[in-house]
């Protein structure tokens, strides 16, 4: 019996070969953003209030034009067949169930037209997550595939000019098995498949190194402006001045990430920064945030500190390796089932409510001047 997302944890050891796990799993150098990103929501308190009337409660939310029952989406996650052999059609099959938004990566084992089509059947809805290639046609031909397949938004990823050094994959010489493939590029491409890997090397850090764009800024957003009209989400951002950058350079939304502790290692915990991005932005567009979510609590932190909502990646891998789209799907209705229990014993009726309750959220070494 799975009760909370550490169980599926724990099972997925058992599930995934070591490269998979490995890649899933890790951090950058040393990993200590990677730890530091659910510490920091261990050291954030809750004060609850008392006697208030929860039996009708609301956790409905907007993002961007689709609502959404709970503030709880899932992540963009590469090469999802690693976990299972349905990959990234269980994940939006299982969300879709679960009546949670999903991320695509560009780096998905499946097309995004076959994952549209599926989150479409279980009425569920899909955005598209953007690298910037060196090559701009390969840009244009994502984006245009994302148009066509129906999703509702792009998320761009600013915070990989280069990969970050995530040292298990190259002690592991990573790889993506034969029969796995870049599938939202042709297969007539060499771009769809990693080149082969030294001694010591990842085939994903060669393939960043010579396929995406490090000359990526502010004027590469307004030029994706002028490819699509569907709302550009910046993910990737820690820092209330790029939060404001993004504004003036047309984004639609924010995704607080330090890309889950695997790219730059000793940066600041997503939840330690989302507070001063909150004030910045000012409520001029969404943010988002995602690193270190553990729980419905922790997602519940999030939002009651200004977040529209959060994103959770490795959890939704753990669940996908156990029980395919059933394990996504009751990942997802355990944090539902939490961020709506949470929300009674706080006594918060609402997300405005939530957010509106300046108290409740209290860092574990301020609790002493209450």
């Known amino acids: ?49 008392c006697l208030r009337d929860v039996s ?71 955005w598209f997550q953007l690298y910037v290639y060196r090559d701009r046609e390969v840009t244009k031909y994502l ?22 050094r995530r040292l298990a994959d190259q002690r592991n010489n990573f790889k993506l098995p034969e029969h796995l493939g870049f599938a939202n590029i042709p297969k007539s491409d060499k771009r769809q498949q990693m080149a082969e890997v030294e001694q010591g090397h990842s085939g994903l850090l060669d393939y960043v190194k010579h396929q995406i764009d490090p000359s990526l800024s502010w004027q590469t957003l307004k030029w994706i402006k002028t490819k699509t009209s569907l709302p550009i989400i910046v993910k990737g951002v820690m820092r209330p001045e790029d939060a404001l950058l993004a504004i003036e350079h047309g984004a639609s939304g924010i995704v607080v990430s330090n890309h889950g502790g695997r790219q730059m ?7 330690e920064v989302l507070p001063s991005i909150i004030r910045a932005v000012n409520k001029k567009i969404p943010v988002f945030v995602d690193g270190g979510i553990r729980s419905g609590q922790d ?22 390796s156990v029980e395919g789209a059933s394990g996504v799907k009751r990942a997802l209705n355990i944090m539902q089932q939490e961020f709506a229990e949470g929300m009674r014993l706080v006594g918060c009726r609402s997300i405005k409510e939530l957010q509106e309750d300046k108290n409740l959220i209290v860092h574990e070494n301020n609790v002493h001047k209450l």
């Not at 959770?312 to 753990?318: A, E, K």
């Open 265 to 271: 290692d000793s940066t600041a915990a997503t939840i």
């Open 1 to 49: 019996m799975y009760l909370t997302l550490d169980d599926y944890r724990k099972e997925s050891v058992n599930r995934l070969t070591k490269m998979a796990r490995d890649y899933y799993e890790a951090g950058s150098d040393t990993e200590s953003s990677l730890r530091r990103n659910e510490a920091a929501f261990r050291r954030l308190l809750v004060i609850p209030r």
């Open 143 to 164: 984006i245009e595939q994302a148009e066509k397949a129906g999703v509702k938004a792009l998320v761009l990823t600013v915070d990989t000019p280069v990969l970050g």
């Open 56 to 126: 009708q409660i609301d956790c409905q939310t907007d993002w961007l034009n689709t609502v959404v029952k709970i503030p709880i989406g899932v992540a963009p996650s590469a090469f999802q067949k690693m976990a299972h052999p349905q990959g990234e059609l269980a994940t939006t099959r299982g969300a879709s169930q679960a009546g949670a938004l999903m991320i695509l990566s560009s780096w998905s084992t499946t097309a995004v037209g076959e994952v549209t089509n599926e989150a479409s059947r279980y009425g569920g809805h899909v």
């Open 299 to 320: 997602a519940l932190k999030a939002v009651a500190l200004g977040a529209t909502g959060v994103f959770i990646g490795r959890p939704i891998l753990w669940a996908l």
